[in-house]
Antibody, heavy 118, light 106 residues
């Protein structure tokens, strides 16, 4: 059974930093692109970053470029998101997502809440 | 950036109804269109990829169609568990989602 379990969310002040982790199991992690998608309270889904299966390439949404960094450890089956210079508008549930066929997002973690507030 | 626009934003329907949700892309995206279902407090679930490819385990009452800029998600004979929010997503250039369609019980 595919499982993606996020951790690391919490409450912090604007300007702070946080690292999210996503532990993957039930599939061959190193074979899949992985993504982070976020959802602000009561709002829609927003893709923010992805990373190639071998970690050699990463992309970011404009809203987080220069502040967030995605990475992965294929030996540990874990995806990361380092978030710096956090803003109130970064408040959201962050989902770890597996890339599937046809560039779809075929499995999602349960999400971890990040709250940025003064 | 490719903008995705869903209509309607909300929809009331009854069990047994047939409903159609439309998604329009701001430019052609071929068939790089996916549909997701999200229930309150839960993660989204992939229903359909590549415009019309029903995912394993998804009931056959769900179907998708379209190509280019205009796409539809159709649910025939609505069941109680189908009341949720539905999102389309393009994966042609980067990724972007529609704003969602909330399907509510009439």
């Amino acid at each position: 059974e595919v499982q993606l379990v996020e951790s690391g969310g919490g409450f912090l002040r604007p300007g702070g930093s946080l690292r999210l982790s996503c532990a993957a199991s039930g599939f061959t992690f190193r074979n899949h692109w992985m993504h982070w998608v976020r959802q602000a309270p009561g709002k829609g889904l927003v893709w923010i970053s992805d990373i190639k299966h071998d970690g050699s390439s990463a992309r970011y949404a404009d809203s987080v470029t220069g502040r967030f960094r995605i990475s992965r450890d294929n030996a540990k089956n874990t995806l990361y998101l380092q978030m710096n210079s956090l803003r109130a508008e970064d408040t959201a549930v962050y989902y770890c997502v597996r890339g599937g066929d046809g560039y779809s997002f075929d499995f999602w973690g349960q999400g971890t809440l990040v709250t940025v507030s003064s | 950036d490719i903008q995705m626009t869903q209509s309607p934003s909300s929809l009331s329907a009854s069990v047994g109804d047939r409903v159609t949700i439309t998604c329009r892309a701001s430019q052609s995206i071929s068939s790089f269109l996916n549909w997701y279902q999200q229930k309150p407090g839960k993660a989204p679930k992939l229903l359909i990829s590549a415009a019309s490819n029903l995912q394993s385990g998804v009931p056959s009452r769900f179907s998708g169609s379209g190509s280019g800029t205009d796409f539809t998600l159709t649910i025939i004979s609505l069941q109680p568990e189908d009341f949720a929010t539905y999102y389309c997503q393009q994966s042609y250039i980067s990724y972007s989602f529609g704003q969602g369609t909330k399907l509510e019980i009439k």
